[in-house]
């Protein structure tokens, strides 16, 4: 399936398609305008769901008497050019819009990943910093431990010092 700017490029042609036949009498024009519609009506069809619908929208040319003058039939068929144009260029317009729309909506899934992404990287950071946090705290319990038991030993070290005072001062209250 073609993409959208290859759409909107194919109407162009159609359209420049239309500008020459609109400067042909509708006698040299008449053979052209009917390729040109058949071409135009597969086109619809290819790219819109609807085309069929579309296109009878643009071609509702009018049924002449068959008692028309020249001059008549010339503005019938200026006129018909000059439909389908308008329905062309509301076609293009609508490709134009479903493109910029599917860009705005491209552009909103990016960043919707990306804020996706965002948030991730913020909660593995939480995630880090509450780590480091509670790693922090406890390597300050585990020093806070080693002290005591330092302190403890300390403790006991003293108490052993001073029993050793106490049995010198005994020994040397015995000697004198």
């Known amino acids: 399936m073609a993409t959208k700017e290859e759409k909107i490029a194919k109407i162009d042609e159609f359209l420049k398609e239309l500008e020459r036949l609109s400067s042909l009498n509708y006698k040299e024009g008449q053979e052209y305008l009917y390729a040109l519609l058949a071409r135009l009506k597969s086109f619809l ?4 769901s609807d085309g069929q619908a579309r296109y009878h929208d643009c071609t509702g040319f009018s049924i002449s008497s068959g008692y028309e003058t020249d001059e008549e ?3 019938d ?3 018909d050019i000059k439909r389908i144009e308008r329905y062309l ?3 293009k317009e609508e490709l134009q819009f479903q493109n910029e729309v599917d860009n ?3 552009k ?3 960043l919707d990943s990306k804020i996706k992404e965002k948030k991730l990287e913020a909660q593995r950071r939480q995630e880090v ?3 480091k946090f509670y790693g922090a705290a ?3 319990i585990d020093r806070l431990r080693d002290e005591l038991k330092a302190r403890s030993k300390i403790n006991e070290e003293i108490l052993e010092i001073k029993k050793d005072i106490k049995e010198i001062k005994d020994f040397l209250g015995k000697l004198f």
């Open 77 to 79: 068929h200026l006129r």
């Open 129 to 131: 910093t509450e780590t």
């Open 138 to 140: 406890i390597e300050i």
């Open 45 to 48: 069809k290819l790219i819109f």
């Open 108 to 110: 909103l899934n990016k």
């Open 73 to 75: 039939k010339q503005k």
């Open 104 to 106: 705005s909506s491209t």
């Open 89 to 91: 260029i509301a076609y």
